[in-house]
């Protein structure tokens, strides 16, 4: 695991599909990130969300600019996967 570096640029799951869905045209949710994020190892840092509407603050992880391309390889694969069964 490569561990995010002090000042590095981190970006939240649905900030990264956000960037897969206008590069690749595939929209796939933000959990799929998580999911390819966990599945990789990658280090997270967790930042806490003021939810106005909400009486509980929550808590979001953001991952290293530097990880994007793994994320978007495995993103990649799933989008190729349910593309040849239709979804």
Known sequence: MRAIQPGEECF???????????IY??????TNVGNAAKRLDLDYIEVEIDSSDNKWAKKQRRYGKEDIPAIFSILSELAERRA????
């Open 12 to 22: 939240s799951a649905t900030e990264i599909a956000q960037r897969f869905e206008d």
């Open 84 to 87: 040849e069964f239709g979804y």
């Open 25 to 30: 045209g595939v929209n796939l949710h933000p």
